[in-house]
């Protein structure tokens, strides 16, 4: 599999400087991977391209890319071998409850219908993908659909799939192959812990990486 020219931009605060220093980390060990157009100063937003040789090995391979403060792993995948495969599911539907918007009023209180709101995050590989709820129109389907979209981009190290179409679950699978794409797969959520003792929607991984990958 090869990878040619892609194109990275770096997003830096407007006052912090575009360093010149982007290499890859122990290039001894990495050269099949070449850093070009990466010699961007100055503030604001720079970029580089970097370039990927085929690999002839059996043998899936990694490199990181160091900007300071920055980093990019680039995991480059076998002809042979299988992806690394995990899932997420979704669960939960709308909560509501009702509160007084004007307690002590002499009148009667204001009854008003509160809706539980919070976000449900996935995390593969230390990347997180995150989809806010609120009222009575979300559902666990359209949050899974959310997250896969969230998933599918090109950059991205993975693809995802909601299992059986429009369900709660989702199936994350590497879109390269070997043994190094067993990524870590973890699930967080937040809510409206106020007025709830539990949130609306979770969601749970099928374990604690993919699994499945082969060289």
Known sequence: MQYSLLRCRVRRPLRCPMPSTTRIRRPHLNSWLTISNSSATGTGTGSFQYSAADNTTQNDRTAIIAVPSQTLTVVQGTTS???????????????????????????????????????????VNGQSYSVQYTGSTNSSASLAASLVALMNTPSSLISAQQTPPNGSTITITSTVDGSATDYPLSTSFGFNTSNFSTPAFQAMASGPSLTGGAN
């Open 81 to 123: 071998g299988s992806p690394g495969v995990g899932s997420v599911t979704v669960s939960g539907s709308p909560q509501s409850t009702q509160i007084n918007e004007c307690p002590g009023n002499p009148y009667g209180p204001c009854m008003e219908t509160l809706w539980e709101g919070g976000a449900v995050t996935v995390w």
